[in-house]
């Protein structure tokens, strides 16, 4: 079975401070991973990472993937209270795209 | 441009009552897909299509069906609501790679 794990749970930091967040899986097929944000509604695309792509850098947000430890990072530097919602980190696995999601990091940042 | 259209938004239904939460994209994706996410869970695969008449279950199918007659069209089809069945739920579409998702329907089950 396919398995998506993100760490930490939930995280509280301070306006202005830098985080990382992980995720690591396990599944067949790998084709890509993609981190989401995820508000009050549906996730919104960050980043797809795939063989070809293992760095992405947007703004104050960047993403690693390390295919050798079959895990992922997503960086935010200097936050911002809208920073603030649920970070999701996916699988792309098979020919048909599918995602396996993991749980999720609750990120809230205060002032 | 619409993207992906979720209707309805939100839903109240009694335990035993059928329904069929609508999903309609303009993008002209072969790739659909209905995820349910439960409160602190990520998202769960229900069913999937990769093409008009082609579908195909998820990881949590059971009393679900979903039907794929044209590109744009993909509903899920809930038979005999149980409260397990509540839920949020995301449909998106791919061309390939990367997901555009509707708003979401909230389901409450009762």
């Known amino acids: 079975e396919d398995k998506v794990v993100q760490s930490p749970l939930s995280l509280v930091v301070h306006e202005g401070d830098t985080v990382t967040l992980n995720c690591s899986y396990e599944?067949?097929?790998?084709?890509?991973l993609l981190w989401y944000k995820q508000e009050k509604k549906a996730p919104t695309f960050l980043f797809m990472l795939t063989s070809s792509g293992i760095e992405k850098k947007s703004g104050r947000l960047s993403s690693i993937l390390d295919k050798k430890e079959l895990s992922s990072i997503l960086n935010i530097t200097a936050t911002q209270t809208g920073d603030s919602a649920i970070y999701l980190c996916a699988v792309g696995v098979g020919t048909a795209s599918k995602l396996t999601f993991g749980t999720g990091t609750r990120l809230q940042v205060t002032l | 441009n619409a993207g992906v259209t979720q209707t309805p938004k939100f839903r109240i239904l009694k335990i035993g009552q059928s329904m069929t939460l609508q999903c309609t994209q303009d993008m002209n994706h072969n790739y659909m897909y209905w995820y349910r996410q439960d409160p602190g869970m990520g998202l769960k695969l229900i069913y999937y299509?990769?093409?008009?008449?082609?579908?195909d279950k998820g990881e949590v199918p059971n009393g679900y069906n979903v039907s794929r007659s044209t590109t744009e069209d993909f509903p899920l089809r809930l038979e005999l609501a149980a409260p397990s069945q509540t839920s949020v739920y995301f449909c998106?579409?791919?061309?390939?790679?990367?997901?555009?998702f509707g708003s979401g329907t909230r389901l409450t089950v009762v």
């Open positions: 599944v067949t097929n790998f084709r890509s």
């Open positions: 299509s990769v093409g008009a008449g082609i579908t």
């Open positions: 998106a579409s791919s061309p390939r790679e990367g997901y555009t």
